[in-house]
């Protein structure tokens, strides 16, 4: 099986600006969760979308935000960037029979100037 | 919310010697759970524990979990080069929430040969 996949995977954008980050969850995987990591703050959990709905949210701004579709993938976004966006947002995708276990993506690293 | 303490911060070992890293909470845990991540790379699952006092055992690779469920450790045994990396404990809170993943602060592991 093809693992989880992120695109893209690295970006630079400037301040004021929105992004948007895509990821793609294992076939048959229908949980999604986002994680922002930074060295400062070490990973951060952002949400988990499961069957398009968002189950789990963390405290992060409403300035993040994401969605999933009927097929499972997974969209974030973030609007009105600051520096302290930038990271690595790492996606991580689960299935309903090992809950638990997550398996991540390669991630995409954002440089906001 | 949850809150894992992991400690040390950095850890330098010679090739050979054993390293252990250490995981505490302040409540207990529905479970702990144990990620590597490669510099570069991204979290990849080694295990998780979900029982009082659990043992579990993967080749040089040994994963404890209190008798409280407060704490839990991984203890690597003649460290190799190839055990170079970031190792995160983590934990859900179970039920619904098993993709908001709580990460610990992570151990840096250095190898020297």
């Known amino acids: 099986k093809a693992g989880v996949t992120q695109t893209p995977r690295y970006l630079i954008k400037t301040r004021g600006q929105q992004v948007t980050l895509s990821c793609s969850p294992i076939s048959g995987h229908r949980s999604v969760s986002w994680y922002q990591q930074t060295p400062g703050q070490g990973l951060q959990f952002l949400f988990e979308?499961?069957?398009?709905?968002?189950?789990n949210k963390g405290n992060f701004p409403g300035r993040f935000s994401g969605r999933q579709f009927s097929n499972s993938r997974s969209e974030m976004n973030v609007s009105t960037l600051e520096l302290g966006d930038s990271a690595l947002y790492l996606c991580a995708s689960s299935w309903p029979r090992t809950a638990d276990t997550q398996y991540f993506g390669p991630g995409t690293r954002l440089t906001v100037l | 919310g949850q809150q894992v303490m992991q400690i040390p911060q950095y850890q330098h070992v010679q090739e050979g010697e054993d390293f252990t890293t250490y995981c505490n909470s302040s409540?207990?845990?529905?479970?702990i759970q144990w990620y590597k991540q490669r510099p570069g790379g991204h979290p990849v699952f080694l295990i998780q524990l979900v029982k009082s006092g659990e043992v579990k055992k993967q080749k040089r690779l040994t994963f404890q979990f209190g008798e409280a469920k407060k704490n839990s450790s991984l203890h690597i045994t003649a460290t190799q080069t190839t055990d170079v990396g970031t190792y995160f404990c983590?934990?859900?809170?179970?039920?619904?929430?098993?993709?908001?993943?709580?990460f610990g602060q992570g151990t840096i592991l250095t190898v020297h040969p």
């Open positions: 983590a934990s859900n809170a179970g039920g619904t929430s098993y993709g908001k993943l709580t």
């Open positions: 409540t207990t845990l529905s479970n």
């Open positions: 979308y499961f069957s398009e709905t968002q189950r």
